[in-house]
């Protein structure tokens, strides 16, 4: 008894094992576009030791996210940007940053650190 007696049709169009396409790569998933990875590297750049925030729940999927740090003056400064949350995670780990929730339930921003080298 063949695979076709038992699923008509199936026979011609049996997929195998060499036909599954290849897993996509870490750096193309949730990769930001090359344009505001640059405007998040230099608004990093300029207080490179700051604490940065930006609101993980608010902008999910969207490509609206602002991302902040606190001045040294107890002020917030911050800037717009078109890319998703996974995607400014994704730059800011590029950077040299650890993002995580902070440790109470009911807050939703992510916060990045400098890892030291």
Same mark, same amino acid.
């Given at each position: 008894m063949a695979i076709s007696d038992i699923f008509p049709g199936e026979s011609s169009s049996h997929k195998g094992a060499n036909d599954i396409p290849a897993p996509r790569s870490d750096s193309s998933v949730n990769a930001p576009p090359p344009e505001q990875h640059q405007r998040v590297s230099d608004f990093v750049r300029e207080a490179p030791n700051a604490k940065y925030t930006?609101?993980?729940?608010?902008?999910?999927?969207?490509?609206?996210t602002e991302l902040c740090?606190?001045?040294?003056?107890?002020?917030?400064?911050?800037?717009k940007l078109a890319l998703a949350s996974a995607s400014l995670f994704k730059s800011m780990q590029s950077l040299g940053?650890?993002?995580?929730?902070?440790? +109470?339930? *009911? %807050?939703?921003?992510? +916060?990045? *650190? %400098?890892i030291p080298r």
């Open positions: 930006f609101d993980s729940r608010r902008n999910a999927d969207a490509a609206d740090r606190i001045t040294p003056e107890g002020g917030k400064s911050c800037i940053f650890y993002c995580a929730l902070p440790a +109470e339930p *009911t %807050r939703t921003h992510m +916060e990045c *650190t %400098r």
